[in-house]
Every structure is written in C-alpha cells, then in structure tokens.
C-alpha cells in the first residue's frame, strides 16, 4: 500500500480538469467517479426544487449508483478526493465512492472546485462515510489551477 490515487467527480467538466492536472504533476492513478445515470443539464439545475441534484442533496440518505467500483482500493496509501461543491457540500456520489470501499489507515485528502463555498463543511461530512480513514483539511482550487500550484500543495499535504 504506497501508491497514490487522484479520483475525481465532476458534472461539468471543471473538477475533471483539475483531478487530471493533480494525478499528472504528481504522478497518480487517475480515477473518476461517475454516476450509473449521467446528469444532464435539467438534472443540474439547482434553481429547480424537483431537479435530480437538488432532490438528491435534500435527502442526506441518497447515495446515487456508480458507472463503476475502483478496483483493489487497499493499493492505495493516499487518495485526493476531488469533487464540486453542492448545495455547500460534496455531492452524495462521493459517500457512495467512499461507503463501497474500505479505506482504514488510508488517508483521504479532499479537493473541490466551487463558484465560491469553501471544503471545511464537505471534509466533516464525509469523514463518517470511511471509518478508519484519516480525513486530512481539504482544499479548494480554480478551475485554473497549475500542475506546479497543485504539485505544490500534494507535497504539503503527503
């Protein structure tokens, strides 16, 4: 167990794009979490009450289905966690990611991309999702962030 894996979710594009750029300065496994039934634009609508994203993030219980399960996670001594920030947490798909899986002794390190809430609500909520696991302060980043501006903060944090 010392490998390192970046795995990511991302509705639009934005957190993909950073999760690619943190696996490639540092070198990571590259995993995305996606969901059994892609969101589409209307499902993403969070002015929308009865919208998918908005019904789901209502119910703390949801944990929506995975498009696949990470194969043999207990290769990995450190995971960067990536996701956006909804409704001022992580989306419910990232406890599902976390519940499928055991993770004791691993450390998890959040990142998330966001038009402005900050990660500290995310990292206390997810943390109940993989006991054992040392959930770590996360971090948000642009969606511009630079493989040298990311390099730079896995190596504060490994």
């Not at 979490?33 to 589409?40: E, S």
Request: overall charge neutral; hydrophobic content about 40%; some cysteine.
């Amino acid at each position: 167990m010392s490998k390192i894996l970046t795995a990511y979710f991302s509705a639009s594009g934005t957190t993909r794009q950073v999760g690619r750029r943190l696996a490639a300065a540092i070198n990571s496994d590259l995993f995305e979490i996606a969901p059994k039934v892609p969101y589409t634009r209307a499902d993403l609508d969070w002015t929308n009450k009865h919208s998918r994203t908005s019904l789901e993030m209502a119910d703390p219980k949801s944990r929506p289905e995975m498009a696949a399960k990470l194969e043999h996670p207990e290769q990995y001594s450190v995971i960067f966690l990536g996701f956006p920030i909804w409704w001022y947490t992580a989306p419910h798909i990232i406890n599902t990611f976390l519940e499928l899986h055991q993770w004791s002794g691993q450390k998890i390190v959040p990142f998330c991309t966001s038009g402005g809430s900050g990660i500290t609500r995310a990292c206390k909520e997810i943390a109940p999702s993989c006991p054992g696991a040392q959930v770590v302060n996360g971090r948000h980043f642009a969606s511009s962030a630079t493989e040298e501006e990311l390099a730079r903060w896995a190596s504060e944090v490994l």
